[in-house]
C-alpha cells in the first residue's frame, strides 16, 4: 500500500489550495477515503471522508463549508479542495483507508500573512 499525498504549501488567510492523494497497492473503489491533519505539537485530526463512489461525505465540524472532498477512482486518487483558509488550518494533511491505519508522509499546509 502506498499513499502519496502532495499540494501543500504557503497560502495566505483567505486564500484556497487543492490537496492529492494518490494511492496504489490496494482496490481503490473499495475502500472509503478519509483526511487527517496534525498541527505542530498536537494529536492527529480527522477532517473529512469520502465513500467508495463518492455518494457520502463526512467533515470535521471546524471545516464544512470550507472544504470539500472528492476522488477519482478512475486515477486512484483522492482531493481535497481547501477554502477560505485560516491559521488555525496550519498542519501535515494526511490521506488514509478507513480503518486500515496506513498512512502516507504527508503535505504540509502553513496559512499565514
Known amino acids: 500500500v502506498q499513499l502519496v499525498e502532495s499540494g501543500g504549501g504557503l497560502v495566505q488567510p483567505g486564500g484556497s489550495l487543492r490537496l492529492s492523494c494518490a494511492a496504489s497497492?490496494?482496490?481503490?473503489?473499495?475502500?472509503?477515503m478519509v483526511w487527517y491533519r496534525q498541527a505542530p505539537g498536537k494529536e492527529r485530526k480527522y477532517v473529512a471522508e469520502i465513500s467508495n463512489f463518492g455518494r457520502r461525505l463526512i467533515y470535521a465540524d471546524s471545516v464544512k463549508g470550507r472544504f470539500t472532498i472528492s476522488r477519482d477512482n478512475a486515477k486512484n486518487t483522492v482531493y481535497l479542495q481547501m477554502s477560505s483558509l485560516e491559521p488555525e488550518d496550519t498542519a501535515v494533511y494526511f490521506c488514509?483507508?478507513?480503518?486500515?491505519?496506513?498512512w502516507g508522509q504527508g503535505t504540509q499546509v502553513t496559512v499565514s500573512s
Open positions: 497497492g490496494f482496490t481503490f473503489s473499495n475502500y472509503y
Open positions: 488514509s483507508r478507513k480503518g486500515r491505519g496506513d
